[in-house]
């Protein structure tokens, strides 16, 4: 078992690569999906490709979570809980609703969001399982675990609506890339990537802990970059596309 010293430093050093990563992010773009590119090594399904990379996240967390010793109190199990709804969405439910063929992606990217998400699963699982303090019914009441619920809860109905608002731009066996239109796209490019940023500082709100954080971190780290790839590619391939949008934050980004 790992003493909570070591522990908090390997949280903090993988935070700290979060903050490396993140203006490298900024200047690389990442190839998969509207971005995908031939110039990045060998290619597996798409499809396979996300439930591989994405997989080990919910089996590791799951694993520490019940082996460990922790009290495993009723707010502990809404924090798990969910964690688990967000990514039994994310691999079994949203790439089987894609409506686009089938694309590629480079085989490097799975393997980089495989370690990803190994260390993740890790971070969080061993603390929840292993090392947290126990979170009495009490915890139900603190601001924090509200505000945080209630944040993680707007988040995915964001991440979620503007997911579908973008598969159904291919509704009726359209095929390509339209501008989507309506709600916060008319705000920003990637609210689906806003929203997702939202549920996971929420999550860290709720759950007040240092590797709870790091995934917050990290999901910025990740998806604005991301954000930002999305709104310049709108820009290049659509003359009209809306000039006041911002790219994942609503008048500022």
Excluded at 193 to 211: D, K, V
Aim: charged share 15%.
């Amino acid at each position: 078992m790992i003493s909570q010293n070591s522990f908090d430093i390997i949280v903090i050093a993988w935070i700290g690569l979060a903050i490396l990563m993140a203006p490298i992010l900024l200047k690389v773009i990442v190839p998969y999906g509207r971005h995908s590119s031939s110039s990045w090594g060998p290619k597996i399904n798409n499809r396979i490709g996300w439930f591989l990379m994405e997989i080990p996240v919910i089996v590791i967390f799951s694993w520490l979570f019940f082996s460990g010793n922790s009290i495993k109190s009723a707010p502990l199990y809404i924090i798990y809980g969910l964690f688990m709804i967000h990514y039994i969405n994310r691999i079994f439910i949203f790439p089987l609703r894609i409506k686009s063929k089938p694309n590629q992606m480079p085989l490097v990217i799975v393997v980089s969001a495989i370690f990803f998400n190994m260390m993740n699963g890790y971070v969080n699982g061993y603390w929840f399982g292993y090392l947290t303090p126990e979170y009495p019914d009490e915890w139900f009441y603190d601001p924090r675990f509200i505000i945080g619920l209630f944040m993680f809860i707007i988040g995915m109905i964001i991440n979620i609506w503007s997911d579908n608002k973008l598969i159904n731009l291919r509704k009726g066996g359209k095929k390509g890339y339209y501008i989507p239109r309506g709600g916060l796209f008319d705000y920003i490019s990637s609210p689906n990537l806003f929203g997702e940023i939202i549920e996971w500082t929420g999550w860290a709100l709720m759950s007040w802990c240092l590797p709870s954080l790091s995934f917050a971190i990290w999901t910025m780290a990740n998806l604005i970059p991301r954000a930002i790839d999305h709104h310049r590619w709108y820009h290049n391939r659509f003359v009209d596309y809306p000039k006041n949008r911002k790219a994942i934050f609503p008048k500022i980004l």
